[in-house]
């Protein structure tokens, strides 16, 4: 099966689970309302990015995946990391709460988007976080900026070209069928063995209250494609990384299997991979706690 379709099916996946997160009425506890930042805006080439501030300490800027917005970071997650650090959470262009007037646009351009906002909160360097497509984002400005980078975790992600490896057929057969129930798309997210005690995952999600645009997604699907394409992603360049990144994805990820972790480990030689048992593509939903000490421990080595 060809990464063209790989694209493709990451788009069904997210519209299936941005459904539930729109209707489901029991999910993850919200983030109490005193310590829920207000929404800034800051105009960057083209477009006005949304962003929101977590926290203080030194920075962490946070790169969210595929046709999502910064209202879906695991609410825990998000409470547990900023005891010690800033975050920023932002949309991506045309997402959420941010605008787009570009026509098309590329992971490149995503990460200029970063390096901008960053620019506007006058933060010289940070440490950051992508995950999913995120990870692309990040690997792609790190690469382009390593002056700015302190470290750098890659959370489920690949290396793109196509040395990226697919899901297995069963979950490809689940993400590409238009008739699958949002309950079966959001199966793709976690373990089997976890799912079988956990018979409502949506619970762990966080509230969504945020627009999604499908137009938007539709040109992250081309910048996925591109990404994917013989010569895209960061191959050839995770070499230029001499800053310390951490890898960590669940051993049990189904949309993105754990090998691309280490296909990213094998050319990225200051990097440390974590696998953890039992966990999938939505880990830091599935696991909020461990996720977040694994990164609060490497931030902090």
Same mark, same amino acid.
């Given at each position: 099966?060809?990464?063209?379709?790989?694209? !493709?099916? +990451?788009?069904?996946?997210?519209?299936?689970?941005?459904?539930?997160?729109?209707?489901?009425?029991?999910?993850?506890?919200?983030?109490?309302?005193?310590?829920?930042?207000?929404?800034?805006?800051?105009?960057?080439?083209?477009?006005? $990015?949304?962003?929101?501030?977590?926290?203080?300490?030194?920075?962490?800027?946070?790169?969210?995946?595929?046709? @999502?917005?910064?209202?879906? +970071?695991?609410?825990?997650?998000?409470?547990?990391?900023?005891?010690?650090?800033? !975050?920023?959470?932002?949309?991506?262009?045309?997402?959420?709460?941010?605008?787009?007037?570009?026509? /098309?646009? @590329?992971?490149?351009?995503?990460?200029?988007?970063?390096?901008?906002?960053?620019?506007?909160?006058?933060?010289?360097? @940070?440490? $950051?976080?992508? +995950?999913?497509?995120?990870?692309?984002? /990040?690997?792609?400005?790190?690469?382009?900026?390593?002056?700015?980078?302190?470290?750098?975790?890659?959370?489920?992600?690949?290396?793109?070209?196509?040395?990226?490896?697919?899901?297995?057929?069963?979950?490809?057969?689940?993400?590409?069928?238009?008739?699958?129930?949002?309950?079966e798309l959001?199966?793709?997210?976690?373990?089997?063995? +976890?799912? /079988?005690?956990?018979?409502?995952?949506?619970?762990?999600?966080?509230?969504?209250?945020?627009?999604?645009?499908?137009? @938007?997604?539709?040109?992250?699907?081309?910048?996925?494609?591109?990404?994917?394409?013989?010569?895209?992603?960061?191959?050839g360049h995770?070499?230029?990384?001499? $800053?310390?990144?951490? !890898?960590?994805?669940?051993?049990?990820?189904?949309?993105?299997?754990?090998?691309?972790?280490?296909?990213?480990?094998?050319?990225?030689?200051?990097?440390?991979?974590?696998?953890?048992?039992?966990?999938?593509?939505?880990?830091?939903?599935?696991?909020?706690?461990?996720?977040?000490?694994?990164?609060?421990t490497f931030?902090?080595?």
């Open positions: 099966m060809g990464n063209k379709k790989i694209g !493709l099916i +990451w788009a069904f996946v997210s519209m299936g689970i941005m459904s539930i997160l729109y209707c489901s009425c029991m999910k993850e506890s919200p983030i109490s309302e005193s310590s829920n930042p207000v929404v800034k805006y800051t105009n960057i080439t083209n477009a006005k $990015v949304a962003y929101k501030i977590y926290g203080d300490g030194d920075p962490l800027i946070m790169c969210i995946g595929y046709a @999502t917005n910064m209202d879906m +970071w695991s609410t825990k997650t998000i409470e547990l990391l900023q005891k010690k650090y800033k !975050l920023i959470v932002f949309d991506y262009r045309g997402m959420g709460l941010s605008t787009n007037a570009d026509t /098309a646009f @590329t992971i490149s351009t995503l990460a200029d988007d970063v390096n901008e906002l960053l620019i506007s909160l006058k933060i010289s360097n @940070t440490h $950051v976080l992508g +995950w999913s497509m995120g990870g692309y984002v /990040a690997q792609i400005f790190a690469i382009q900026h390593p002056e700015k980078v302190n470290k750098l975790v890659l959370y489920a992600t690949n290396c793109g070209d196509t040395i990226t490896i697919n899901p297995s057929q069963e979950v490809i057969d689940i993400l590409s069928n238009p008739s699958s129930t949002p309950t959001l199966s793709t997210l976690f373990p089997d063995d +976890w799912l /079988a005690t956990h018979p409502e995952p949506w619970k762990y999600l966080p509230e969504a209250a945020e627009p999604f645009n499908p137009e @938007t997604i539709g040109l992250q699907y081309y910048a996925v494609q591109e990404w994917l394409s013989p010569g895209g992603g960061s191959v995770l070499g230029q990384l001499t $800053v310390p990144v951490l !890898l960590i994805c669940g051993d049990q990820d189904k949309v993105v299997p754990s090998v691309n972790s280490s296909i990213l480990a094998d050319s990225i030689h200051t990097s440390t991979l974590i696998r953890v048992p039992d966990s999938g593509h939505g880990m830091m939903y599935q696991l909020p706690e461990t996720f977040a000490n694994y990164v609060l931030l902090a080595d």
